[in-house]
């Protein structure tokens, strides 16, 4: 590209020939072909050095970074755009090509500022925030990179995010179709987890039976004893029976865990 900047001389653009090159360009939906506002940001500020250059007759490359100011005015740029295309009767309205307010403009007290973008006047959320069309693909960009620079922070904190520069209308309804498309985000924010329904209880918990009909039994140990003289020390274990019915407990000492044990305990 810098050869071909330095071997052929170019021609001068006039002002109105870069305007209408711009506006064929946004006019084309490129907007939907990007999944990120980040991206589409730098891919229009290298566009719109493209063009400088044309018009200014640079025949030399200065950098190929794309600087801070650059994707500021790329930013404004598809803001205008958006704006113009959603609400033009306000963009009359401002410009005092109509003397008769719309009702967007009496409701927010809209106006136009030194970038020639709609704000918002009156007690809202952030000092003068810009208007945006909530269905437009730019909005879309917009609540997924506030979505991204809040890491699964839910409805609310995305939106008190995008409410300081931003005024979005049925922004939550906006951001809660951004949410379910995330994976992470839908279980995050999704419903509580229910407590299933317990199972009925068996026959001998309401039935009146008497004590020790339906038992548990289990082993606990184990233990040493001495024996009478308080000499020798054996080993021994505690058999628990439970009753299921009337939570009784009877334990046995047993000494040791042989099967010839249990019938002798179970007695």
Sequence with gaps: MTRHLRQRKMCTLPTQVLSAVTELALSLKIVNKYSSQRKLQCITAWVLRFLHYLVNQVDKIQDDIIRTSEITNANKLWIEYTQKSHYPREFQSLSKESNTPTTLVRQLK????????????????????????????????????????????????????????????????????????????????????????????????????????????DLKGELYTKSETGQAERKCYIWLFTCANTCAIHQKLVKDLSVATFPRAFR
């Design 110 to 217: 809209v106006f136009l500022d030194q970038d020639n973008i709609v704000r918002c006047g009156g007690h809202l959320y952030a000092k003068f925030p810009i208007l945006l069309p909530p269905k437009h693909a730019y909005t879309g960009l917009v609540n997924l990179d506030a979505y991204h620079r809040t890491p699964h922070s839910g409805v609310q904190g995305t939106v008190t995010l995008l409410c300081q520069m931003f005024w979005i209308a049925r922004i939550r309804v906006s951001m809660k179709s951004v949410i379910w498309n995330c994976f992470t985000g839908k279980r995050l924010s999704g419903p509580a987890y229910k407590q299933p329904i317990r199972a009925p209880l068996p026959d001998f918990h309401v039935l009146k039976t008497p004590p020790f009909t339906m038992i548990g039994n």
